[in-house]
Nanobody
């Protein structure tokens, strides 16, 4: 089991940047896959990026070249650096961790990008 809490969301103009943080309630050293998903109003939740314990990363096409996922095991935190934000990036962003085959989610943080 692990509890996740996101922070760092907010309102930003198009072209701006935000860094999201996901703090875990325990060590993430042994958690293989963690990541970020997002859900815009009226749409399904979609993958943004994932990172494994070996630092292997995977990005949605919409995130490639603009977003960077990282993890800091010493701080039990996963980050999502988002640059060159677009209005279509507006969504609630959720942190994700897979533990023993079960998905764990944070409550989400709102990101709003104005044009």
């Amino acid at each position: 089991q692990v509890q996740l809490v996101e922070s760092g969301g907010g309102l930003v103009q198009a072209g701006g940047s935000l860094r999201l943080s996901c703090a875990a309630s325990r060590s993430i050293f042994s958690i293989n896959t963690m990541g970020w998903y997002r859900q815009a109003p009226g749409k399904q939740r979609e993958l943004v990026a994932t990172i494994t314990s070996s630092r292997s990363t995977n990005y949605a096409d919409s995130a490639k070249g603009r977003f960077t996922i990282s993890r800091d095991s010493a701080r039990n935190t996963v980050y999502l650096q988002m640059n060159s934000l677009k209005p279509e990036d507006t969504a609630v962003y959720y942190c994700y961790a897979e533990v023993r085959g079960f998905a764990h989610w944070g409550p989400g943080t709102q990101v709003t990008v104005s044009s």
